[in-house]
């Protein structure tokens, strides 16, 4: 059953991100906005604007301003900072030590967590964020199709010749993600098993939890189903 989390008429323009007490987002006017689970508590972050969905680990949030800069705030949106002077064509994913990204120029990056240390992963090219697992990361090649590469660039592997609208989002023993008919699919971490989540569609990339899919749906609304 599909639930519009919507309770006083916040929207956005990209898929949110989703925390055990928050969901983050980017708002329709580019605010960078945090509510409750349940639609309660609308809190705009310090004033910023953000081009993507924001990256949020326990300390910090990380995201793409609206001048492709890539920036860090605390949780309340104070300690603004510009990493590195990096650029980044999408949202970051911070996760054990860096931060991966996609480059202005679409180049697949990632530099450590205080903008130092910029490295290009393997000389691929991706059109969306990057979704690092403990030893991979899947994109959103440059012509759509979903792609799987180690820590390190090698091992390059298309998943089963599916083509995404965005970025994926991986669990444990999924790969879901929008596709370019903006259907919610899911296949397994091998590119089989290909399903498509009860006919539902999304504007922008999902965000999964152990109980529930969050995603932008094509009115804007930000809504939640059951995994």
């Known amino acids: 059953m599909k639930t519009k989390i919507h309770k006083y008429g916040h929207t956005t323009k990209a898929g949110p991100f989703v925390t055990r007490d928050f969901i983050y987002f980017q708002g329709s006017d580019d605010g960078l906005y945090r509510i409750r689970l349940d639609g309660d508590g609308f809190t705009p972050l310090g004033g910023h604007t953000t ?6 680990t326990a300390e910090f949030i990380y995201f793409q301003g609206t001048d492709n800069g890539l920036y860090r705030i605390k949780l309340d949106g104070s300690g603004f900072t510009h990493l590195g002077g990096h650029s980044t064509h999408s949202n970051p994913f911070a996760t054990r030590g860096f931060i991966y990204f996609q ?6 990056y990632r530099v450590k967590l205080d903008g130092t240390g910029f490295t290009p992963i393997g000389g691929h090219m991706t059109k969306s964020s990057p979704f690092v697992t403990l030893d991979a990361i899947y994109f959103q090649g440059t012509d759509n199709g979903l792609c799987r590469v180690g820590l390190d660039g090698g091992g390059f592997m298309p998943l089963g010749g599916h083509t995404a609208g965005s970025s994926p989002f991986v669990t444990r023993d999924f790969v879901y993600f929008q596709g370019t008919d903006n259907g919610l699919y899911r296949i397994k971490l091998n590119g089989n098993g290909f399903t498509h989540l009860d006919g539902h569609i999304t504007k922008a990339s999902p965000f999964v939890t152990d109980q529930f899919i969050y995603f932008r749906g094509v009115d ?5 189903v059951s995994v």
């Open 51 to 56: 081009k993507s969905r924001p990256f949020v």
């Open 103 to 108: 480059g202005t120029d679409n180049g697949l």
């Open 220 to 224: 804007d609304h930000l809504y939640r």
